[in-house]
């Protein structure tokens, strides 16, 4: 007599193996789903915090900007303004920030010139004051709370002139400041 045996059957403990590997590759595959969209979000958030660092302003201009004029010439010879953070900025060093002049006859990087005391150059821009700042003369961190005015010397724009001067920090946006030289030019004139 032959026995026969019956392959057609699907044992428990086959099941059961059958069902742990299934288990087993799901998990290993939603553990690496997961962690790449962690790691995926953690790089999002940081772009996202870099961006608004570098494209928000951190400085704001405080008050007015004066034009010192040439009465004899009619014509500008310097710009005097003050800037402060804005709020919630961060410390920026002013002797970092790259300072310049634009109209259409010059396009000019203007050079810090940190001997506020001399004659201020064409080309050349200093630190005149400092409001609420630390005591220390050489500290030109300008912080939460401090004001710096800042004297530009431009390359005398004559009446009825449009030109711009732009404020780059070393980290964030640039600060565009346009301003027309007025039909009449006094030694002190309030530039709108």
């Known amino acids: ?9 699907f044992t428990g403990l086959e099941a059961a193996i059958v069902l742990i590997a299934f288990i087993v590759v799901a998990a290993v595959f939603s553990y690496v789903v997961l962690g790449a969209g962690f790691f995926t979000t953690q790089k999002s958030q940081e772009v996202v915090h870099t961006g608004v660092s570098q494209a928000s302003s951190s400085m704001e201009i405080v008050g007015y900007v004066y034009g010192i004029g040439d009465k004899t010439n009619q014509q500008l ?3 005097k303004f003050a800037v402060a953070n804005t ?3 961060t410390a920026i060093d002013i002797k970092q920030m790259v300072i310049t002049y634009v109209d259409e006859d010059h396009h000019d990087v203007l050079q810090y010139q940190s001997n506020a005391t001399s004659t201020l150059g064409t080309g ?4 005149t004051a400092r409001y609420n700042s630390d005591d220390s003369a050489a500290d030109m961190l ?3 709370g401090e004001q710096f005015e800042l004297q530009v010397a431009v390359p005398n724009p004559g009446v009825n002139k449009a030109f711009s001067v ?9 600060f565009p400041i346009h301003k027309t030289v007025p039909p009449a030019v006094e030694p002190y004139n309030l530039l709108p």
């Open 1 to 9: 007599m032959k026995r026969q045996f019956n392959d057609n059957a």
């Open 77 to 79: 010879t310097s710009i």
């Open 87 to 89: 709020a919630g900025g």
């Open 124 to 127: 050349n821009w200093t630190v």
């Open 142 to 144: 300008l912080e939460p």
């Open 166 to 174: 732009n404020l780059q920090p070393a980290a964030g946006a640039v």
